[in-house]
């Protein structure tokens, strides 16, 4: 029993965190990368992110709190924590289909 009801926190848990990083997107970074504005790799394509995973994700997470070129600091998500960055990077980074 306590067992089944671990498992059924977990799994509210993770719903509701990935629905919030999607809300997350949907406001900020999507923006840009949904279009590819101003030079920004798109969401979903997956050989424009090749090039930037390849730099590695500390990487990427610094630039997006510090900003690059077009790209404003912390990417409009003045709220988002690192490891919001890494799961909005890993789910941009991916093939959309
Ligand atoms: C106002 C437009 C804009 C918004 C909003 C935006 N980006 Fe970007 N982003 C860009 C542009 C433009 C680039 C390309 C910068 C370059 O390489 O010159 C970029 C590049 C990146 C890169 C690659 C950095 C690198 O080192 O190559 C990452 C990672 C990234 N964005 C993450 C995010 C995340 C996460 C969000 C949402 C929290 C976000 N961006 C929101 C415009 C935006």
Redesign the pocket.
């Known amino acids: 029993m306590t067992r089944f009801i671990l498992a059924a926190l977990f799994l509210v848990a993770s719903g509701s965190w990935a629905d919030s990083a999607l809300e997350t997107y949907n406001r900020?970074?999507r923006?840009?990368?949904a279009n590819g504005?101003?030079?920004?790799?798109k969401t979903g394509d997956v050989n424009a992110w090749r090039p930037?995973l390849e730099?590695g994700m500390e990487?990427?997470i610094r630039?997006?709190n510090r900003g690059?070129?077009?790209?404003?600091p912390?990417?409009?998500?003045y709220e988002?924590s690192d490891q919001d960055?890494e799961a909005?990077?890993s789910y941009m980074s991916k093939s959309a289909s």
């Open positions: 900020t970074c923006i840009c990368h504005v101003g030079g920004a790799p930037r730099k990487s990427l630039a997006s690059l070129n077009g790209m404003p912390k990417g409009m998500c988002c960055f909005l990077i």
